[in-house]
Nanobody, 125 residues
Framework: QVQLVESGGGLVQAGGSLRLSCAAS????????MGWFRQAPGKERAFVAAISWYQGTTYYADSVKGRFTISRDNVKNTVYLQMNSLKPEDTAVYYC??????????????????WGQGTQVTVSS
């Protein structure tokens, strides 16, 4: 049974940093591209960043480029999202998700087949 468990969310002031973690189990982690999404109240779930399974190629939404960094540790079966220079508009529930095996990551939520429960990130102004 595949499980994705996020951690690291919390309350931070604008300009601050947080690092989210997503621990995966029940899958051969190194063969799955991974993504981070977020959902703010009243809005649809939106792509934030992704990292491919093969060469660790990274992809970012324009709104977070230069501020967020996605990385993975295939020994610890964990994907990370380092978030710097946080803004109030980054406030959302953040979810990690896994793509179908051996697939390049995309921005579409429909392409991801397993999701974590989410972790709240709140950025105060």
């Amino acid at each position: 049974q595949v499980q994705l468990v996020e951690s690291g969310g919390g309350l931070v002031q604008a300009g601050g940093s947080l690092r989210l973690s997503c621990a995966a189990s029940g899958l051969t982690f190194s063969t799955y591209s991974m993504g981070w999404f977020r959902q703010a109240p009243g809005k649809e779930r939106a792509f934030v960043a992704a990292i491919s399974w093969y060469q660790g190629t990274t992809y970012y939404a324009d709104s977070v480029k230069g501020r967020f960094t996605i990385s993975r540790d295939n020994v610890k079966n964990t994907v990370y999202l380092q978030m710097n220079s946080l803004k109030p508009e980054d406030t959302a529930v953040y979810y990690c998700a896994s793509m179908r095996q051996f697939r390049r990551p995309t921005e579409g939520t429909d392409e991801y087949n397993y999701w974590g429960q989410g972790t709240q990130v709140t950025v105060s102004s």
